[in-house]
């Protein structure tokens, strides 16, 4: 089963409403809405919706991300797949054994995930990849309804800060006990385990403050917490 079975249709304005994991007809913040529709017709051929999360709905291991890059995730609907950020993320989880293969191109390739699901903070594209508070807020219930079905024992990854605080208060934790930091693991109440890494964008990567060793130090702890080991050295 994919996300985007479970998508329900329809706009859901009101929190009171219990909301799906992923609503592909969700225009609640008016100026990522109207943004998506600007850049639709700028690149028809481009997806320009929410991007629904990506993965096993049973997951042990989920990780989120900020938002979907213009000309990755925004184009092709599956997050961190057509854009530079996706390329250390998809190798890295192909050497632990998450992913059927090390390159995410196109939503049409047959990349599978196993164990691990990936989602966002913010579901839709944002002008310079810049979410404002209230649209992270505004999208959090989403990630609110896909963290619940984290199992008793699972793990969060954090890619970054926002992300490391959307987590949070989608798992119901108060935010100031658990100050984000690279490498930092979070023992949560219930039992969820939160791992913090720098995001993998191509500012992080390139000046160096994210390197192939940091992220893989990140996932070699992860491994350890959830009994996986390393496919590749």
Same mark, same amino acid.
């Given at each position: 089963?994919?996300f985007?079975d479970? #998508?329900?249709? +329809?706009?859901v304005?009101d =929190?009171?409403?219990?909301t799906p994991?992923?609503?592909?007809?969700?225009?609640?913040?008016?100026?990522l809405?109207?943004f998506?529709d #600007?850049?639709?017709a #700028?690149?028809?051929?481009?997806?320009?919706?929410?991007?629904?999360?990506?993965?096993?709905?049973?997951?042990?291991?989920v990780?989120?991300?900020?938002?979907p +890059?213009? =000309?990755g995730?925004?184009?092709?609907g599956?997050?961190?797949?057509g854009?530079?950020?996706g390329?250390l993320?998809?190798?890295?989880? =192909?050497?632990? +054994?998450?992913?059927s293969s090390?390159l995410?191109?196109?939503i049409?390739?047959p990349?599978?995930?196993v164990?691990c699901?990936?989602?966002?903070?913010v579901?839709?594209?944002?002008p310079?990849?810049?979410p @404002?508070?209230? #649209?992270?807020?505004?999208?959090?219930?989403?990630?609110?309804?896909d963290?619940?079905?984290?199992?008793?024992?699972?793990?969060?990854?954090?890619? +970054?800060?926002?992300?490391?605080?959307? *987590?949070?208060?989608?798992?119901?934790?108060?935010?100031?006990?658990?100050?984000?930091?690279?490498?930092?693991?979070?023992?949560?109440p219930?039992? @969820?385990?939160?791992?913090?890494?720098?995001h993998?964008?191509?500012?992080n990567?390139?000046?160096? $403050?994210?390197t192939?060793?940091?992220f893989?130090s990140v996932?070699?702890?992860? *491994? *350890?917490?959830?009994?996986?080991? $390393?496919?590749m *050295?």
């Amino acid at each position: 089963m994919s996300f985007h079975d479970i #998508e329900k249709p +329809g706009i859901v304005p009101d =929190h009171a409403i219990p909301t799906p994991v992923y609503n592909a007809a969700c225009r609640r913040c008016t100026r990522l809405a109207g943004f998506l529709d #600007e850049v639709r017709a #700028e690149y028809p051929a481009y997806r320009c919706l929410p991007v629904p999360p990506f993965g096993d709905p049973a997951a042990r291991l989920v990780i989120v991300g900020l938002a979907p +890059g213009l =000309h990755g995730a925004n184009a092709t609907g599956r997050p961190f797949t057509g854009d530079f950020a996706g390329i250390l993320l998809y190798e890295t989880l =192909h050497a632990y +054994g998450y992913a059927s293969s090390p390159l995410s191109r196109t939503i049409e390739d047959p990349l599978t995930l196993v164990d691990c699901r990936i989602t966002n903070a913010v579901k839709c594209l944002p002008p310079a990849n810049k979410p @404002t508070p209230a #649209e992270i807020r505004m999208c959090n219930d989403y990630l609110t309804a896909d963290l619940a079905m984290l199992p008793a024992d699972g793990v969060v990854l954090a890619l +970054g800060r926002i992300a490391h605080d959307a *987590a949070l208060t989608a798992l119901h934790v108060r935010r100031s006990g658990f100050p984000f930091a690279h490498g930092a693991a979070h023992p949560l109440p219930g039992g @969820t385990l939160l791992f913090d890494s720098y995001h993998c964008s191509r500012y992080n990567t390139n000046t160096g $403050r994210l390197t192939p060793a940091m992220f893989r130090s990140v996932f070699d702890a992860i *491994a *350890a917490q959830l009994g996986r080991g $390393r496919r590749m *050295a």
